[in-house]
């Protein structure tokens, strides 16, 4: 695997460009944490009783890529890569065949699916998939890009912790 290389983001940019380079920066902030472990280490639940792995996290943020610009932004049909409907947190179990290449591959291409898909809308512009459950609005580009910089913020915290109790790795 090559090493991760993280951009710190503007402190000047625009709107677009400031979202775009944050979420970046917080993908490659997950790929830092799985640096140079090994296929047991990304697979161990190192912070009991916790079950998350590195894997797990790495095979959900595939699912949210995929949950939130194909399926949301986009309106296509993208079915799930890893839970099902006996295990709806499957993405987090990773069994004995599921490998880190596969993986870090599925995950790195739901990243640059959503790039493309993001990259023909605005801002503004509305998704044409899932709606707010509450309000039925659509949502923007903009929302999305800001859950997902919250939802890569929180897991990243996870990996910082899982990583930590690893092998003592600590960083941003």
């Known amino acids: 695997m090559n090493t991760p290389e993280r951009i710190d983001p503007s402190t000047v940019a625009g709107e677009r460009e400031m979202l775009e380079s944050w979420l970046e920066y917080h993908r490659e902030t997950l790929a830092l944490k799985c640096a140079g472990l090994t296929e047991k280490q990304l697979r161990e639940a ?3 009783p916790s079950g998350l792995t590195l894997i797990g996290l790495v095979r959900h943020m595939a699912e949210v890529e995929r949950a939130w610009f194909r399926r949301t932004l986009a309106a296509e049909e993208a079915g799930p890569i890893y839970y099902t409907d006996d295990d709806r947190d499957g993405d987090f179990h990773p069994g004995e065949g599921d490998t880190w290449d596969e993986a870090h591959t599925t995950w790195r291409a739901e990243i640059a699916r959503a790039r493309a898909l993001a990259s023909g809308h605005s801002l503004d512009d509305p ?6 459950r509450a309000t039925g609005h659509p ?11 919250e939802e890569y913020a929180r897991h990243n915290g996870h990996a910082d912790l899982i990583r930590e109790r690893l092998d003592g790795v600590t960083g941003e």
Do not use: Q
Request: net charge positive; charged share 20%.
């Open 46 to 48: 190192s912070v009991p």
């Open 127 to 132: 998704g044409a998939g899932r709606r707010d």
């Open 139 to 149: 949502y923007s580009l903009r929302w999305i890009y800001l859950h997902m910089i």
